[in-house]
């Protein structure tokens, strides 16, 4: 999952805006891993970042 860090308008989704803290990519659309690589790094129009990698935690069970 990715989470969006600034916002930005997604030149390659019909300049769908995403603001910061939105989920990457929204529900329903299917990006290839090298426009992962663009937004993640500063390579893209932009010059920076855009969105960012989150890793989910694993939910901990507890003893009852």
């Known amino acids: 999952m990715y989470r ?3 916002r930005f308008a997604d030149l ?3 300049k769908y ?12 659309l299917k990006v290839s891993k090298e426009r992962i690589e663009e937004l993640k790094s ?3 129009l ?6 960012e990698e ?6 901990k069970k507890r003893n009852a």
Do not use: C, M, Q, S
Request: glycine content about 12%.
């Open 42 to 44: 500063g390579n893209n």
């Open 4 to 6: 969006v860090r600034e």
């Open 12 to 14: 390659t989704d019909n």
């Open 17 to 28: 805006l995403y603001e910061a803290g939105d989920e990457f990519p929204r529900i329903g």
């Open 54 to 59: 989150v890793k989910e935690e694993r939910k």
């Open 46 to 51: 932009i010059g920076k970042a855009v969105i």
